[in-house]
């Protein structure tokens, strides 16, 4: 399904990629003007499990994005049907759950889900990118809360809308192909921003990619949850 990327990005074109990310997809690959999804289902597949990947799972409910990370196999490494498209990133988000490496690998038919409850709207989040430039893809946060708590942490996944069908998925699906999870310093009146470059796996498809982001406090309640939706991206269906 998908190969690995080079870890190293040149100056040249990381500075390509962040005008991009701060120009360009403002106006054509943004979170602006799109109605914020009211929670977040992950699901974690064993890289293994090649029928999980073939089963469709429990429906989605309306406003839910269900997110499908696949989580590397221990025992098969690189062998395993799904590796290509493993993240090492799933690894940290399992523990969040009481999930566990093993817990998903013995989950032989279906993927193990959890969602998260209905958001707590509790400031702004904005999201965009820009075009892919050399396996590298310029994107933008902005956030601004009027709360003054610490332990605020933001994650922001680069996601690949699959339309049902694609390597014999029963479902559209959204895989999460990389991610980044920051510390937020303490809100301040001034909206805090940051621009990243994120690698794009070999095996992705550039037109296909979006990103999903959410704030959290420091109990892991989701503040706010936005996606950027742009010009060229296909309906998949994928629980919006």
């Known amino acids: 399904m998908f190969l690995r990327a080079p870890a ?6 990381l500075t390509a990629l962040l005008a991009s990310a701060a120009a360009h997809a403002q106006s054509t690959c943004s979170s602006d003007g799109q109605a914020s ?4 289902r992950e699901r974690f597949l064993s890289a293994q499990c090649a029928d ?5 799972g429990s429906a989605v409910p309306a406003g839910t994005v269900a997110l499908d990370w696949i989580v590397p196999s221990a025992e098969q490494g690189d062998e395993a049907p799904l590796s290509a498209a493993a993240t090492r990133d799933s690894l940290e988000r399992l523990p969040r759950w009481g999930l566990t490496e093993e817990a998903v690998r013995q989950s032989t038919t279906t993927a193990l889900e959890k969602t998260h409850p209905p958001a707590t709207r509790q400031g702004r989040l904005r999201v965009a990118q820009g075009r892919a430039v050399n396996d590298y893809i310029g994107t933008s946060v902005q956030w601004q809360s009027p709360q003054k708590q610490a332990g605020q942490s933001l994650w922001l996944l680069l996601v690949e809308a699959l339309p049902a069908g694609t390597e014999g998925s029963p479902v559209a699906r959204l895989l999460v192909r990389n991610s980044l999870n920051l510390e937020l310093p303490r809100p301040a009146s001034k909206p805090w921003r940051e621009l990243r470059a994120m690698r794009i796996p070999e095996g992705a498809n550039p037109e ?3 990103l999903l982001g959410w704030v959290q406090d420091a109990r892991g309640r989701m503040l706010a949850i936005s996606e950027t939706v742009c010009e060229n991206t296909p309906e998949t269906g994928a629980g919006r």
């Open 208 to 210: 296909r990619l979006q």
């Open 52 to 56: 999980c990947w073939a089963t469709a």
């Open 8 to 13: 190293l990005v040149g100056l040249a074109v």
């Open 37 to 40: 999804p009211r929670a977040v």
